[in-house]
């Protein structure tokens, strides 16, 4: 299983971003979006199930909306309203068959 995540970059707050993660595999029954920033634990940031039920941590909640494709095997993160607490290495994560799969991150960096 390969994941690529793409669409980090460099963004002043108030601005937007869109993280798109490609899998190579079909029939992905979870998929969601991690971070973590320097010196911290890797943190939640939204989830999505193959139906399409979407959880989302609180402090993005509102700001940002998970998505996927599944004829596509990709999913995407949009950002907005990016504040600089946003700023992480950002991973998508997948579970096939009870299985979970990593990526290999993608860096935002928010400006103040």
């Known amino acids: 299983v390969q994941l690529q995540a793409s669409g980090g970059g460099l963004v002043q707050a108030g601005g937007s971003l869109r993280l798109a993660c490609a899998a190579s595999?079909?029939?992905?029954?979870?998929w969601a979006w991690y971070r973590q920033a320097p010196g911290k634990q890797r943190e939640l940031v939204a989830s999505?199930?193959?139906?399409?039920?979407?959880t989302y941590a609180d402090s993005v909640s509102g700001r940002f909306t998970i998505s996927r494709d599944n004829a596509k095997n990709a999913m995407y993160l949009q950002m907005r309203s990016l504040k600089p607490e946003d700023t992480a290495v950002y991973y998508c994560?997948?579970?096939?068959?009870?299985?979970?799969?990593w990526g290999q991150g993608t860096q935002v960096t928010v400006s103040s």
């Open positions: 999505i199930t193959s139906a399409g039920s979407t």
């Open positions: 595999v079909s029939s992905i029954n979870f």
């Open positions: 994560n997948i579970v096939r068959f009870l299985v979970a799969s």
